[in-house]
């Protein structure tokens, strides 16, 4: 049986644009997020919450760096249904 191998240059073009260890949307979206913390309540404490978030993000990329990409499209294309209690499962709504 012959092993798997990945070749260098393949994981290269095939992973997302990448930012400090997480992928630029999750940059952004954590910037946008800590900005607004920023103004509301005028600290500079909020720069530990920035780096926990990114921290947070940076982990979860390790192993899938598209995690929060494909959180998104699961959460934008299959809404729960009004039964989700019952049956514990949800379906695809376009």
């Known amino acids: 049986m012959k092993d798997l191998r990945s070749s260098t240059l393949f994981v290269a073009l095939t992973r997302p644009q990448m930012f400090a260890g997480v992928t630029y949307s999750y940059f952004v979206i954590n910037a946008v997020i800590c900005v607004e ?6 600290s500079f404490w909020i720069l530990l919450v920035a780096l926990a978030i990114h921290l947070a993000g940076v982990l979860s990329c390790l192993k899938e760096p598209r995690i929060f990409d494909l959180w998104l499209t699961r959460v ?13 499962c949800n379906s695809y709504h376009p």
Do not use: A, E
């Open 37 to 42: 913390l920023f103004l509301i309540f005028g």
């Open 76 to 88: 934008r294309t299959c809404p729960r249904v009004r039964n989700h209690k019952v049956w514990r």
